[in-house]
């Protein structure tokens, strides 16, 4: 336990932050949103960090470049995973597992995509794993262009907006806060992951109940 927390603390270091430096974090938003090992990546997490950071000035860009930044790199990560969908199509179904890919978060996209549509694009940002292969499989579907820029610009905005300025807030408000990342890292790992769970959890009661059926 003790070395969990020590884990911890070391990713929540800020100086250990800035020393990634301001365009590691635009490189990370990038590979989550748009390649398809980046869903282990914590964007979130580097989100409201970054904000807090810059709440502070120990990140030396101005929160409108920030928020700009994080949100073209989102924006652009996404035409990534739109154009890589595109190109391998239905290949993407047969390919096999490995460290960096499962089958299984390419059906949690699909199954999330009915479900909600293009809306997927604009939700999906919130959800680890989705929001790395939703644009993905919308590539593989080929969905209209126009369609999805506008939710991938309007997914974007909103997540980027909703980590990062509660970072910045928060951190203006409650200087403080700084003093309690570790719980508010697990907080935020508890609340992204919760979905995902009862999504696996659905996958699986399907399943059994079609292999009962048959």
Do not use: H
Not at 88 to 112: C, M
Not at 138 to 160: C, E, Q, R
Not at 185 to 202: E, R, S
């Amino acid at each position: 336990m003790d070395n969990f927390w020590e884990y911890l603390q070391n990713l929540t270091d800020a100086q250990s932050i800035i020393s990634l430096g301001f365009y590691f974090l635009l490189i990370v938003v990038f590979a989550e949103t748009g390649l398809f090992f980046g869903f282990f990546l914590p964007g979130d997490y580097l989100l409201f960090m970054s904000g807090l950071l810059c709440s502070s000035s120990r990140l030396n860009v101005s929160i409108y470049t920030l928020i700009f930044s994080l949100i073209a790199a989102g924006v652009l990560g996404n035409y990534t995973g739109y154009w890589f969908g595109y190109r391998t199509g239905p290949k993407l179904f047969s390919k096999n597992n490995s460290i960096f890919f499962k089958q299984r978060y390419v059906k949690l996209a699909e199954d999330f995509y009915t479900k909600y549509g293009g809306m997927a694009l604009v939700l999906g940002r919130f959800f680890p794993i989705i929001r790395t292969f939703a644009p993905i499989f919308a590539g593989v579907v080929k969905v209209d262009l126009k369609k999805f820029t506008l939710y991938n610009i309007i997914g974007s905005v909103a997540w980027v907006n909703t980590f990062t300025l509660t970072g910045y807030f928060l951190g203006r408000k409650y200087p403080q806060i700084k003093d309690y990342m570790e719980y508010i890292i697990i907080g935020l790992i508890v609340i992204t992951t919760i979905p995902l769970v009862i999504a696996f959890i659905k996958q699986m009661v399907t399943k059994r109940s079609v292999k009962e059926l048959k």
